[in-house]
């Protein structure tokens, strides 16, 4: 089948990843009367009957059917239909299918294949890889739902950047080797398990492991601060890891945090959790550090912050979306208080502790910036 593409998948490495495998030529094509406009909201583009215009793209002529299906599951998901169109190349015009969008969705200003590319692809071509190694893939309604989290996986892994090296071990090529990757498991969360073998300090290689890792996404983890009133917020909910490690009492004592999403910085993600966690706007956010909390087990990555606020609430007080099925409640309370609850073991959450610590280690600091 030959396929007229106008929008993201003009990258042949995006078009490899969501058609699998090889792809053919493409040869440029343009549609009459059409034009190409941003989703509301959102980074990928719609086109649109426009007189006068033409939407301007690239043409995959002989996609196999298998090739077609996986296309289909990608795009229709998200509103877009594959239907008959025809475009005009050098050749003339030729007969071929389009992606359309449903009427529902909406434009929002106009769209660049280059901007995408230089700020998007490479994420795009991680999650399209994740969500094909399913298997069996999910339907177009699973996937739909599945998909948030698959691109806040993708940003993580695109996010990840190498640390400073002064005494660990600094990696070279092929020192570590994925020798197979199962299919995962999960619609939210997703659990890994795969083969892999690698360089050993004394020399060598490792024989091959067989390894499990929960594929988590990073977090923005904030403790908010008065500095007038030397006042902290930490934020209670009942949580599942302490539930199914038979903790008699789930009710966690924890840092404001949260999921930074897709195409979001971990410093508005910080923020954007203040207000929805416990109602509070930060005035200057420290970083604090960033770290792995469970490496061994775990992709979950951390970015820590202190963030300075007004904080007058001296009672608790209740917070989250209730749309999200969030059941916070707000603990205002001293610095020093806060650090007897350590003393206490009332606080059992590693991010709590460490940034009360660092903000022990800060906190004359902060007090003289008000």
Not at 136 to 153: F, G, K, Y
Not at 255 to 263: E, H
Not at 304 to 323: A, E, N, S
């Amino acid at each position: 089948m030959d396929l007229f593409i106008y929008g993201t998948l003009q990258s042949t490495t995006l078009m490899q990843a969501v058609a699998g495998g090889s792809v053919p030529a493409t040869e440029p094509a343009q549609l009459a009367d059409y034009g190409v406009f941003r989703l509301q909201d959102h980074v990928v583009p719609l086109i649109r009957p426009l007189k006068g215009a033409a939407a301007k793209g690239v043409v995959f002529a002989g996609l196999s059917a298998n090739q077609i299906a996986r296309l289909d599951l990608f795009e229709g998901a998200f509103g877009y239909h594959r239907c008959s169109v025809i475009v005009t190349t050098e050749e003339g015009q030729r007969n071929v299918a389009c992606y359309m969008p449903d009427a529902a969705l909406e434009s929002d200003g106009d769209w660049s294949f280059t901007g995408w590319c230089a700020q998007h692809e490479a994420p795009t071509v991680l999650a399209a890889r994740e969500l094909f190694s399913h298997n069996p893939l999910p339907d177009q309604i699973t996937l739909r739902a599945m998909w948030p989290m698959i691109e806040n996986r993708a940003w993580s892994k695109h996010r990840a950047t190498a640390g400073p090296a002064t005494h660990r071990y600094t990696p070279e090529d092929g020192d570590i080797s994925i020798a197979h990757m199962y299919p995962p498991n999960g619609t939210f969360f997703r659990y890994q398990p795969f083969e892999v073998t690698h360089k050993q300090f004394q020399g060598g290689q490792s024989p091959l492991l067989s390894r499990e890792i929960f594929m988590g996404v990073d977090a923005a983890v904030l403790l908010p601060y008065d500095p007038v009133r030397d006042r902290v917020i930490m934020v209670e909910q009942l949580r599942m890891g302490p539930v199914m490690r038979h903790d008699p009492n789930p009710w966690m004592l924890e840092p404001v945090a949260g999921i930074v999403d897709a195409r979001e910085t971990p410093e508005d993600a910080a923020r954007r959790e203040a207000v929805e966690e416990a109602g509070v706007t930060l005035t200057h956010v420290e970083h604090t550090g960033s770290f792995y909390p469970s490496p061994g087990a775990s992709t979950d990555y951390y970015y820590t912050y202190v963030g300075l606020c007004d904080l007058p609430m001296d009672q608790p007080y209740f917070g989250g979306i209730p749309g999200e099925h969030e059941d916070i409640r707000v603990h205002p309370m001293s610095f020093d208080a806060a650090m007897d609850l350590l003393d206490t073991g009332e606080i059992g959450t590693g991010p709590l502790f460490y940034l009360l610590y660092w903000l022990a280690r800060h906190r004359d600091r902060l007090r003289s910036l008000t």
